[in-house]
Each structure stands twice: as structure tokens, then as C-alpha cells.
């Protein structure tokens, strides 16, 4: 006989769990008690919330579904945005939550939310533990489908009577499993498609950014020579300073990307999803795009491909790359010519002495301090967009960035776990001053769990994206104005080191020092959106035009 907790935590050993993220609550004791003696490693923060995001990026980082803790009621729906967060960006991850008995209460229904049915629509599995018996075969399932293509969240309530019983269940072995691979037919469509197309281009989606498939998408491409964009979560598949690289889809249209769009005849299409918000490269009549990816095409008036290729993405890569060989009528002229005059567009602001700093300017430093492995995690505003345009990523996931769920708060978690997963790597997490705020209380957890961590500050005072919308709108400024805290002394008081820049020229030292000292060191940046408005909507779309 076993405890029904003891059990809980033996299943989670099995699956290889390595880190718990959360809060505990009183319903949760008998569960703290046996991860007590686990070799698994809770991980207290501040925030339910934080916790999930650490816990779906962990997930997204490894693959394996990260997992985060909390108590019932309150501590449960603190986890919804995290939910959405892990669902929406395809991040397997498990929440774990506690309840009152529910064979017997003396409590009535105190602080008693259906926190199964609350988390139905947000997740791929969600269960009440009604059984000791049951645990292992629900922890079993509840971590198979979060890691199961297309990855996400799933959820297990676990009573407190319920963790307290006896049982003598066993636990349920992980099965091997292997993706199915996409049938002969359709690689033969879709290479007949590339092969017979003049201006064929290849375009990595957030589903590329997964498993092995970026060891075979470079394979593809030194052999075909083919040029490649990215979707913002599809950053970093393919080496982005190689000679093939053609920018990021981070605006929807009139960027210089979009002119090779329009100028192709057959995209190949590998791993996007349409919860990212796609380019415009659906046009009837005019180009053939191939769908590739784990599974079937989710169609709607902005994605309709006209060949889909299902199965496991890397071995169809391999497949295509096997059937193909480099064209003489492929035509690349106009591409590479969009690309010169991207790449001098890109390197326009890059030296901006401006201060406060303009973004292309920040993104260009930190571009400099950081080395190919380096990770930078994005929290959500308007500098999200210079950086999916502007930093030029090595290695998959080095830039990650939520352009899914796109919630605010995530920048600082989602940049501690990056750390705790990567200890050997620098991460710097980048957050407007909006977003930070809503998850500052992590700085501690940072500075407890004796990591080393930069975080940019980047401060105009204002929600700035909306603020950057209203006047893009010929709305009068209203509204989104802040004010906010002293961020060196407020980083000085959870034990970390603050710094602020005097001008421009210095940030890049500052930026190297604080990355070369072990600790925590925040960076307080005052950032001018002032003239985002005039580059993304008018000028970007006349020199794009341009091209000829």
C-alpha cells in the first residue's frame, strides 16, 4: 500500500518530471509532504500566474509538458491566463490544482470554484482525481496528450481526501509511440508543385520551431538553395544572417517579406498554425501553397492550402529534400533583391543616438552583447515587433515570444525558467514597463533561486502600444498613461542590482557588464515610440514598394 500523494509524485517521477513551478495551499499538504522527498524540485513563486507561464516554458524549451501547482479556488483561477497562454502558443504543460474533500466537508462551499469545467474550454484534458486508483493512469494521459502534437495544456484536481488515501494502484510505464509519417502521394504532389514552380518560397510557422525539424529544414535548404521567411514563433528554425534569409513576418502586409511573397508562385508552408496570426499569402489564382505539418490544414478565409502534406514535419522535410533537386528555371533574382533592401532598412536606426532610446537601437545592442546560443524572452508591447523584425536569430528558440495568446506578464517567468533549463546560457528578459509591473513580484524568485538574470525595463511611462494604436486611430491620447515606481531602487529592494543609462552610447556596456556579472541586474531603459508610427505605416511600405 501506498499514499494516493506518494503515488501522484512516483507518477510524475516516471514521466520524468524534473521541476514543480507554484504555490502550494492547505489543500495540497499531503502533495507538498511527498514532493518533500522526491528528487523533484518545487519551485515557490509569487504568483500563480508566473508559475504557469514557467511551467509552459519549460514545456516549450524541452518539450516535455512542464508543471505547475496551486491550491483550489483563487490559487486555480490565477492559472487560467496560463492555461490559454500554454494552449493557444502549443506548450505542453500540466497544472495541478487541490480541492476541498469531496466525500466530506465541514466548509461548505468556501472558496469552492468548478475549476475542472472553468479550464474545459482551455484545455486538451481535464480531469478530477475521484480515485487513489485512478492516478496512475490520469497522470499517465494527462501528461501524454500535453506533449502529443499539437502540444498544449491539460489539468489534474486532486481532493485533499482523496490525497490522503491508501492504494495499491501501479504506475502505468510511458508507451513508445511513434508520429506517423506523411503518405508517398502527397510528397509527390507537393515535390511536383516546388519543382514546377518559377519563385518557389519556404515558410517556417511556430510547428517548425518543434522536435528535430530544423536539422532537416537546413538540410533542405543547402541542398535546394530556396529562400525562407519566418512567422514570429517560427524565429530562429534556420540560421537568420545566412544568405537565404529573407525577414520575418512581424507586420501582416507592406513589409519587405511581403514583397517576396507576392512575387512567389508556390510557398511551402512548414508547421504554421493558424492561431499565429499569418502574413496575407492567401491569394486565389495566383500561387500554390503546400501545407505541411503534424496535422491537417485548420481552414478559414486567411489559410486554404491547396496541397497539405500531414505527418511528422522533420521526415517530410527529409522526404521532399530526397525527391527534389535545384531547378534551372527557379528564378531567386527579385528575392534577393527584396533582401538588400531589407537588410539596409534593417541597419537604418541601428546606430540611433537618440535618448530616450528608439527601439531599433536597443534591439541592435542587445543583438551585440548576446552570443548565437544566448536566449532573450519577449514579454508583450509594441518593441515586440522590432524584435521579430530586427534580431537575427541562430538557433532555434532564442527569441521566444508569444505571438499566440500575446498576454502581457509573461516576459520575467517566462525568462526564469529559460535560465533555469539553460543554466549555462545568458538570458535577458525584455518587458515594457506595462507588462513588467504585472509580474514584478518574480524578481524575487529570481533572487532567491540565486540565478543570473538581466532584465530590460523598457519605460515610456504609458501602455504604449495602445497608446502608439489611438494616435495611429486619430485618437487623442487618453487613458494609458502611467506612473511608475523608482526601478533601480525598486530592483534594489528585492536584492538585485538597478542601472540606468544616462544616454544612448551607454547602454551597450551597461548591458555587457550586467551580462558578464553574475546576479540579478535590472536595466531601466526610457524608450520613444515617437516615430514607430511614421516607420511601420508609411515608410516601410514605400521603400518596400520600391523594390524593383
Keep these: 500500500m501506498s499514499k494516493a500523494s506518494d503515488l501522484f509524485v512516483a507518477a510524475l517521477e516516471a514521466e520524468g518530471v524534473e521541476y514543480v513551478f507554484g504555490i502550494p495551499g492547505e489543500e495540497n499538504l499531503d502533495l507538498l509532504e511527498s514532493l518533500r522527498d522526491s528528487k523533484i524540485e518545487l519551485v515557490l513563486t509569487r504568483h500563480e500566474q508566473a508559475a504557469g507561464f514557467m511551467a509552459a516554458t519549460y514545456g516549450r524549451l524541452t518539450g516535455k509538458a512542464g508543471v505547475c501547482l496551486s491550491t483550489l479556488g483563487p490559487g486555480a483561477t490565477n492559472l487560467v491566463t496560463a492555461a490559454a497562454y500554454a494552449q493557444l502558443g502549443a506548450m505542453p504543460m500540466l497544472m495541478i490544482t487541490g480541492q476541498k474533500p469531496i466525500r466530506t466537508s465541514k466548509q461548505g462551499h468556501f472558496q469552492i470554484v468548478d475549476v475542472v469545467d472553468t479550464l474545459r474550454p482551455l484545455t486538451k484534458y481535464t480531469r478530477q482525481l475521484v480515485s487513489a486508483d485512478s492516478i496512475p493512469g490520469r497522470v499517465r494521459e494527462a501528461v501524454r496528450r500535453a506533449e502529443q502534437e499539437r502540444p498544449g495544456a491539460t489539468h489534474l484536481e486532486l481532493p485533499q481526501d482523496i490525497a490522503g488515501d491508501d492504494t495499491d494502484a501501479r504506475l502505468i510505464p510511458r508507451s513508445l509511440s511513434r508520429r506517423p509519417l506523411a503518405e508517398h502521394k502527397a510528397i509527390a504532389a507537393a515535390a511536383q508543385a516546388i519543382a514546377?514552380?518559377?519563385?518557389?518560397?519556404?515558410?517556417?510557422?511556430?510547428?517548425?520551431?518543434?522536435?528535430?525539424?530544423?536539422?532537416?529544414?537546413?538540410?533542405?535548404?543547402?541542398?535546394?538553395?530556396?529562400?525562407?521567411?519566418?512567422?514570429?514563433?517560427?524565429?530562429?528554425?534556420?540560421?537568420?544572417?545566412?544568405?537565404?534569409?529573407?525577414?520575418?513576418?512581424?507586420?501582416?502586409?507592406?513589409?519587405?517579406?511581403?514583397?517576396?511573397?507576392?512575387?512567389?508562385?508556390?510557398?511551402?508552408?512548414?508547421?504554421?498554425?493558424?492561431?499565429?496570426?499569418?502574413?496575407?499569402?492567401?491569394?486565389?489564382?495566383?500561387?500554390?501553397?503546400?501545407?505541411?505539418?503534424?496535422?491537417?490544414?485548420?481552414?478559414?478565409?486567411?489559410?486554404?492550402?491547396?496541397?497539405?502534406?500531414?505527418?511528422?514535419?522533420?521526415?517530410?522535410?527529409?522526404?521532399?529534400?530526397?525527391?527534389?533537386?535545384?531547378?534551372?528555371?527557379?528564378?531567386?533574382?527579385?528575392?534577393?533583391?527584396?533582401?538588400?533592401?531589407?537588410?539596409?532598412?534593417?541597419?537604418?536606426?541601428?546606430?540611433?543616438?537618440?535618448?530616450?532610446?528608439?527601439?531599433?537601437?536597443?534591439?541592435?545592442?542587445?543583438?551585440?552583447?548576446?552570443?548565437?546560443?544566448?536566449?532573450?524572452?519577449?514579454?508583450?508591447?509594441?518593441?515586440?515587433?522590432?524584435?521579430?523584425?530586427?534580431?537575427?536569430?541562430?538557433?532555434?528558440?532564442?527569441?521566444?515570444?508569444?505571438?499566440?495568446?500575446?498576454?502581457?506578464?509573461?516576459?520575467?517567468?517566462?525568462?526564469?525558467?529559460?535560465?533555469?533549463?539553460?543554466?549555462?546560457?545568458?538570458?535577458?528578459?525584455?518587458?515594457?514597463?506595462?507588462?513588467?509591473?504585472?509580474?514584478?513580484?518574480?524578481?524575487?524568485?529570481?533572487?532567491?533561486?540565486?540565478?543570473?538574470?538581466?532584465?530590460?525595463?523598457?519605460?515610456?511611462?504609458?501602455?504604449?502600444?495602445?497608446?502608439?494604436?489611438?494616435?495611429?486611430?486619430?485618437?487623442?491620447?487618453?487613458?494609458?498613461?502611467?506612473?511608475n515606481p523608482d526601478f533601480v531602487k525598486y530592483a534594489e529592494a528585492y536584492g538585485a542590482r538597478g542601472h540606468r543609462p544616462g544616454s544612448a552610447g551607454e547602454f551597450l556596456p551597461l548591458l555587457r557588464t550586467a551580462l558578464a556579472t553574475p546576479g540579478i541586474d535590472l536595466i531601466d531603459v526610457p524608450l520613444d515610440y515617437g516615430d514607430d508610427d511614421r516607420i511601420l505605416n508609411r515608410d516601410i511600405p514605400r521603400l518596400s514598394a520600391a523594390v524593383r
Design 196 to 483: 514546377g514552380a518559377k519563385h518557389p518560397l519556404l515558410m517556417l510557422g511556430a510547428g517548425a520551431n518543434r522536435k528535430t525539424t530544423a536539422k532537416m529544414l537546413c538540410t533542405f535548404v543547402e541542398k535546394l538553395k530556396i529562400p525562407f521567411f519566418s512567422t514570429q514563433m517560427g524565429k530562429g528554425v534556420l540560421d537568420e544572417t545566412g544568405p537565404l534569409w529573407l525577414g520575418n513576418a512581424a507586420l501582416s502586409d507592406h513589409d519587405f517579406v511581403h514583397r517576396a511573397i507576392d512575387a512567389a508562385d508556390c510557398i511551402i508552408n512548414i508547421g504554421h498554425d493558424v492561431i499565429e496570426k499569418p502574413p496575407f499569402f492567401m491569394r486565389e489564382g495566383r500561387r500554390t501553397v503546400i501545407h505541411v505539418n503534424y496535422d491537417g490544414a485548420e481552414v478559414d478565409p486567411v489559410y486554404f492550402p491547396q496541397i497539405e502534406v500531414v505527418g511528422d514535419i522533420a521526415n517530410a522535410v527529409w522526404q521532399l529534400a530526397e525527391a527534389l533537386e535545384p531547378q534551372p528555371h527557379w528564378d531567386f533574382a527579385f528575392f534577393e533583391r527584396v533582401r538588400a533592401a531589407m537588410l539596409e532598412h534593417l541597419g537604418d536606426r541601428a546606430g540611433d543616438d537618440r535618448f530616450p532610446m528608439a527601439s531599433e537601437r536597443i534591439v541592435a545592442d542587445v543583438a551585440t552583447a548576446l552570443g548565437p546560443e544566448d536566449i532573450v524572452c519577449l514579454d508583450n508591447g509594441l518593441y515586440k515587433i522590432w524584435f521579430a523584425r530586427n534580431f537575427r536569430c541562430r538557433r532555434p528558440n532564442t527569441l521566444l515570444l508569444d505571438n499566440a495568446l500575446a498576454t502581457m506578464g509573461a516576459g520575467l517567468p517566462s525568462a526564469i525558467a529559460a535560465r533555469i533549463v539553460h543554466p549555462d546560457r545568458k538570458v535577458v528578459a525584455v518587458c515594457g514597463d506595462g507588462g513588467f509591473m504585472m509580474n514584478s513580484q518574480e524578481l524575487e524568485t529570481a533572487v532567491r533561486l540565486g540565478i543570473d538574470l538581466t532584465v530590460l525595463v523598457l519605460r515610456d511611462d504609458a501602455y504604449g502600444m495602445i497608446k502608439w494604436k489611438q494616435k495611429h486611430e486619430n485618437y487623442p491620447n487618453f487613458g494609458m498613461d502611467l506612473g
